[in-house]
Structures are given as structure tokens and as C-alpha cells.
């Protein structure tokens, strides 16, 4: 559709009826979204060709849409009001079908006496004649009901409690402000007068003469009656002999082990006797293994028994009088 103070004003009038997306507003109208955008966007330059007269006022389009989503929102504000009042209302239906409004008169009869009573069914129908579907009214929630109070009546339905926080945040450090406390006079006092330094005067040479007993007095008699000697018992004074240490015997050197015999190989050198017997079992080709010790269990149960072979008990090969041969 092209540009026109109609088709401007069409796409205000379906937004303010609820149709709270401009685009799909602009498409009722058929109008492509690209083209509304470039609309608003030349609106907003100031393009006196895009200057419409909407509500009985004059201004331009991008002006005149956003008038008209107010006005949406206020209806949706009126209808949630409308509902915290009157409560929900909910269509019946039974198996996917609408369940009808039945009429007073009617309750009780047939289908076929109503019609000959009556001459029309049983439903009850509104002023256009459309029979009227069941409802199922809930109550608004109280949650609703107490914000729709609040908003409307603070000063009855407002929250009452109030807090108060006066801070002052410096460098990540919190502090809260509070009354500095009254200073207490502080008195002068005068200053001190100069202390003199101290002088050292030697004296020695008057105390030559001085003993500790002059200046600390006599000792009293507890005291001097306590410089006695104690004499150690006798056996502890017996013990007080000198423990000889045990005499060490001298150390004899070991003499040092003779040096295997060794034998001169031509072609390896210098070699020791168990070298020179395994060189030779390789050269035979023969295994060098260790010897091994005759098992003493495989020994005992390996050897013939006498007794097996007693011409007795095997025979010559035939089967005696009155015997059976087992296979």
C-alpha cells in the first residue's frame, strides 16, 4: 500500500486497539515492516509529509504511535483492574463441546414438550439470538486485589515501614555517619622546669676499708645456726673408690688371603679357574647349568621295588590255575 494520511492513520488505530506489535500492525495494513521502520525513521528526521491528524491533534507519525501504544496499555491496565474486581471467567466445555446455558422454564421437559410449549429449544440466547455458553467465575487472587489497593490507595493500603540508610562509602570502606561526641575542655599545664644530667663522683678510694657486715648488720642466730657440716655415711664413703677400667686386648692383624691362582689365556688374558672351566665347557658345548641336587622324594618313589619283580606275583607270563587276568 503506498503512502497516505489513511494508511498512517490505520497502523495508530490497530495498535491502540491492542495490537501492541508494530509489525504486525503494519501488516494488517499491508505494509511491509522495512517500509514502516524507513516511515518512523523519516517521522523522526522531521519530513512534513509524515504529519498526520490523530485523537484531534496534529503531529507526526512516530508522535502518533507512540500515543496510540499508551493507549493500548491503559486498556490492559483497565482490564486487570476489571478482573481484581469481578474475578476470572472461565468457558465450560465437555469433551471439546460447549456446554449451553439452560433456561428456568425449561428445566424438567423433554425436548418434545418444550418445542410444543415453547416452539424453540431449551437454551437461553442473548439479544442477537446466539445461545449462551456456561461460565465458571473464580475470585481474584488476594495478592492482586491488595496491590491494586495499595497503588490506588497509599495512604489507607501503603506500606507503612520505612527505612532510612545514610552512608557515605570512601575507597570500598563503608561508614556510617553518626553525631561526633562533644570535646572536653583540656587544661595546659605549664612545663616542666629542665632536669639537670647526673654526675658520677668516684668514691672508692673512702670504702677501702668498708665490709658487707657494716652495711648489711650482724646475720641472725637461725641463720648462723645453719652452717653445718654434714658428714656422708660410711657406706657412701666406701664408695668412693677408683673403678679400674678393663684392659683391652691388643689387636692382631689378620694375614692378608692368598691370591687365586689365575691362568694366562692367549687371547682373554689373566683368568681364574671357574673362568677358565666355563671357557672350556663353551668351547665343548656344554651347557653350563649349575648342578642339580638329587631329589630325595622322586628317588624313594622312582626306585624298583623288589617285590615287583618276584616270579610270584608276575609270573612267566601265563595265568595260574584258578586266576581271572584283569585288563
Request: charged content about 25%; some cysteine.
Amino acid at each position: 500500500m503506498k503512502k497516505s494520511q489513511t494508511t498512517l492513520t490505520a497502523i495508530c488505530d490497530l495498535i491502540a486497539a491492542g495490537c501492541l506489535s508494530q509489525a504486525e500492525a503494519a501488516r494488517r495494513c499491508d505494509v511491509s515492516v522495512a517500509t514502516y521502520w524507513s516511515w518512523i525513521s523519516q517521522s523522526q528526521k522531521g519530513n512534513l509529509d509524515f504529519v498526520i491528524a490523530y485523537c484531534e491533534e496534529s503531529m507526526t507519525f512516530h508522535e502518533a504511535v507512540k500515543l496510540a501504544r499508551k493507549i493500548a496499555l491503559h486498556d490492559v491496565l483497565g482490564k486487570y483492574e476489571q478482573r481484581m474486581h469481578e474475578g476470572t471467567r472461565e468457558k465450560v466445555f465437555f469433551q471439546g463441546r460447549p456446554q449451553w446455558k439452560e433456561r428456568e422454564d425449561c428445566a424438567g421437559l423433554d425436548d418434545q414438550t418444550v418445542m410444543l410449549l415453547f416452539g424453540t429449544d431449551r437454551w437461553e440466547r442473548d439479544a442477537n439470538g446466539q445461545r449462551i455458553q456456561l461460565e465458571i467465575v473464580h475470585a481474584p487472587p488476594i495478592a492482586g486485589v491488595i496491590k491494586l489497593l495499595e497503588a490506588n490507595f497509599p495512604k489507607q493500603y501503603g506500606q507503612k515501614s520505612t527505612v532510612d540508610i545514610n552512608q557515605r562509602i570512601n575507597l570500598g570502606v563503608t561508614t556510617i555517619s553518626r553525631q561526633p561526641k562533644p570535646s572536653l575542655p583540656v587544661e595546659i599545664l605549664p612545663p616542666l622546669p629542665a632536669i639537670s644530667a647526673p654526675t658520677v663522683t668516684d668514691d672508692v678510694g673512702d670504702n677501702d676499708g668498708d665490709d658487707l657486715s657494716e652495711l648489711l648488720g650482724e646475720e641472725p642466730q637461725d641463720i648462723q645456726a645453719a652452717y653445718v657440716e654434714i658428714e656422708q655415711p660410711a657406706d657412701i664413703q666406701a664408695a668412693d673408690v677408683e673403678i679400674e677400667e678393663p684392659k683391652k686386648d691388643p689387636m692382631v692383624s689378620q694375614p692378608a688371603p692368598a691370591p687365586a691362582p689365575t691362568i694366562v689365556n692367549p687371547r682373554f688374558g689373566a683368568l681364574t679357574p671357574e673362568q677358565a672351566a666355563i671357557l672350556g665347557r663353551l668351547r665343548a658345548n656344554i651347557p653350563v647349568t649349575a648342578p642339580q641336587q638329587p631329589n630325595a622324594i622322586v628317588g624313594k618313589f622312582s626306585a624298583v621295588d623288589p617285590d615287583d619283580t618276584d616270579a610270584r606275583r608276575v609270573g612267566m607270563g601265563g595265568i595260574p590255575k584258578g586266576g581271572s587276568k584283569i585288563v
